[in-house]
């Protein structure tokens, strides 16, 4: 097998299949006319009449120099060109992962014919990013969204890989520059280092539980309604939405209705019941959403909250007597209960992409979207006119703005930061469910990619073929059943706090050395200092070893740490030992940092057992 044959099989092996896929078809369609490969392994651009390299062996070891000079002690290193990919094997063993950008296949495919990135392809420490790729945003993403990526992202530099590209491809390296400094700022800004709102949903979690075991299992409403009808819409609450009422009004027994919390009361206020309507905001403002309503007209509806939302809006809705299930997401941490039948479905960040994923969930086939504008409409609003929390009360969150392509691709629209995340997190939902299909009948605020647009009166004519059927409740667990289910998790949280304890208690006893070797006077020997380095290699170790550090909860006191530790990195300190000091004040601050938030997570948790 060549190693071309070699490379290709090894991204086709799930590193990257559409690059694979993409070598495939061009070494069976077409052939290499614009680069060509010489015997010394020099590339010859025939379009600029010009060599890659002047002095091959010269030139990648003065680019590798260069590179490893700039980027001491990096964990990761991101490469704008793969040249003939010698001096990406080069650099293989100074990195856990490279990262190389490529525009030109013709290169990808010369480059993967002399040298063997077989195994470092497949083991995901060489990643092969085509430049073109049409779902680029969402690759970039995921790989900076890695366990061991997204702490040091703040390390980021981009370095031409040779003198060529940088006279012919500077245009093509500033923009994906950019591409890829919009995808760090997008997993940074889920990663909140204080950990406020993952604490916040943590605590609403374990205030959750008794009441969730009251509740409908969520997995009996999936096995029971499952592949029952194909049609639904989710009903978002955006400002379009006030002009699709009546047609919904008209064609609500065609379809099973998705109804976000801000959008429940418009639509009830109007005389359409939803079969589900949704919840997971950690905040008490949705009690404003499920005011003065009369139960006797909700006997249908199923009232599914997030296991993170607010205790005061789930006991609204518990003491309002309507049929309700307490769902768990698929987090990490949520899963380790084995409690599967609450769980688990991927809610998001926002009730609109939990609507989605219920959906999916219950195997919709058609899934027609309206009210999901995800921008301002054109007298500044953010919602419907009557919206509970005011219809332009996104204006009041100082959130950035800016303009994005509108609905129907013609014109910008003004949206936020915010709306921006999650439309870009729906479109990859939407992107990786081809089983179904999803029709965007906002008809204003943004465009969505991987949606159908279509306007909403199309879609109820194509789709109103039958009236949707009239389902049973599914039944609560039995009294004996819960109670069984509960002994369990309390067994599981004693369990959790006795190695919180544990772990407090080694990471107080590693502070307190930190403490006692930063304050100190002497000239401590570096073999002294080399051997504190390895003690907090092993906690990180240690740390990595337990489910409870790697469940989500503190992923931002994760980051943190990283971050902190960027921060030193990227001082390029040459001396061994003035770095390692710098690297011993940087832990002990963030160890701060972890204890105080561990022993906030202990807090909780002790609240319940």
């Not at 000091?581 to 940092?593: D, M, V």
Request: some cysteine; overall charge negative.
């Amino acid at each position: 097998m060549t190693h071309l044959e070699k490379n290709i099989q090894a991204l086709a092996s799930g590193t990257n299949e559409p690059l694979a896929k993409k070598l495939v078809e061009f070494l069976q369609n077409s052939k290499c006319t614009r680069f060509y490969l010489d015997e010394n392994l020099n590339i010859f651009d025939q379009k600029n009449q010009v060599f890659m390299y002047n002095y091959v062996e010269q030139e990648i070891a003065y680019f590798q120099n260069a590179i490893l000079e700039k980027t001491l002690r990096y964990p990761f290193v991101c490469i704008y060109g793969i040249g003939n990919a010698l001096l990406i094997k080069n650099l293989v063993s100074f990195y856990k992962h490279i990262f190389v950008f490529e525009s030109e296949i013709e290169l990808f495919i010369l480059a993967l014919s002399v040298a063997d990135l077989s195994e470092e392809l497949s083991s995901g420490k060489v990643y092969l990013i085509d430049t073109f790729e049409e779902k680029i945003n969402i690759q970039l993403s995921i790989l900076f969204d890695q366990k061991d990526m997204f702490e040091y992202l703040n390390l980021y530099e981009m370095f031409m890989s040779n003198a060529f590209y940088e006279k012919y491809f500077m245009d093509e390296m500033n923009r994906i520059d950019g591409i890829v400094y919009d995808n760090i700022n997008l997993v940074i800004r889920n990663l909140e280092p204080d950990c406020k709102i993952s604490l916040i949903c943590y605590e609403n979690f374990i205030n959750n539980i008794p009441l969730m075991i009251k509740g409908i299992p969520f997995q009996r409403i999936i096995s029971e309604r499952k592949a029952k009808f194909e049609n639904c819409i989710v009903v978002c609450a955006g400002p379009s939405l006030e002009k699709q009422i009546a047609l919904l009004k008209k064609y609500q027994e065609n379809f099973v209705i998705f109804c976000v919390d801000g959008a429940f009361s418009l639509l009830y206020k109007n005389d359409i019941i939803p079969d589900y309507v949704l919840n997971l905001d950690y905040t008490e403002l949705p009690l404003k959403f499920f005011e003065n309503i009369q139960i006797e007209k909700l006997k249908s509806t199923l009232f599914l909250l997030a296991i993170g939302t607010n205790q005061k809006v789930v006991l609204d809705i518990v003491d309002k007597d309507v049929y309700f299930s307490l769902v768990l997401s698929d987090h990490r941490f949520l899963k380790q209960f084995s409690i599967k039948d609450f769980g688990y479905l991927d809610v998001g960040t926002h009730v609109g992409h939990m609507c989605y994923t219920l959906a999916i969930a219950l195997e919709f086939k058609n899934i027609v979207i309206i009210g999901q504008d995800l921008a301002y409409n054109q007298e500044g609003n953010s919602h419907f006119k009557d919206f509970a929390l005011g219809k332009n009360i996104d204006t009041t969150l100082k959130i950035p703005n800016f303009e994005t392509l509108a609905y129907g691709g013609k014109g910008k629209v003004l949206t936020h930061l915010a709306w921006n995340d999650y439309r870009k997190k729906i479109e990859y939902l939407f992107l990786h469910n081809p089983q179904v299909n999803f029709y965007n009948s906002t008809e204003g605020g943004a465009r969505i990619a991987f949606a159908k647009e279509l306007s909403f009166e199309e879609c109820c004519i194509r789709f109103a073929q039958q009236k949707k059927q009239v389902l049973d409740i599914p039944k609560p667990l039995t009294q004996n059943r819960s109670d069984k289910v509960l002994n369990k998790v309390l067994q599981r949280f004693n369990s959790d706090l006795k190695q919180i304890h544990q772990v407090l208690e080694d990471a107080k006893a590693l502070h307190n050395a930190l403490e006692t070797i930063l304050s100190s006077e002497k000239n401590l020997p570096l073999e002294f200092l080399a051997n504190v380095y390895k003690n907090i290699e092993n906690f990180d170790f240690l740390l990595e070893q337990i489910p409870l550090i790697d469940d989500g909860v503190l992923r931002g006191v994760l980051f943190a740490r990283g971050n902190l530790l960027s921060e030193v990195i990227a001082k390029k300190t040459n001396d061994e030992q003035e770095y390692l000091l710098l690297f011993f004040k940087a832990y002990r601050e963030w160890l701060n940092l972890f204890i105080e938030k561990f022993s906030k997570r202990e807090a909780i948790l002790s609240a319940l057992v």
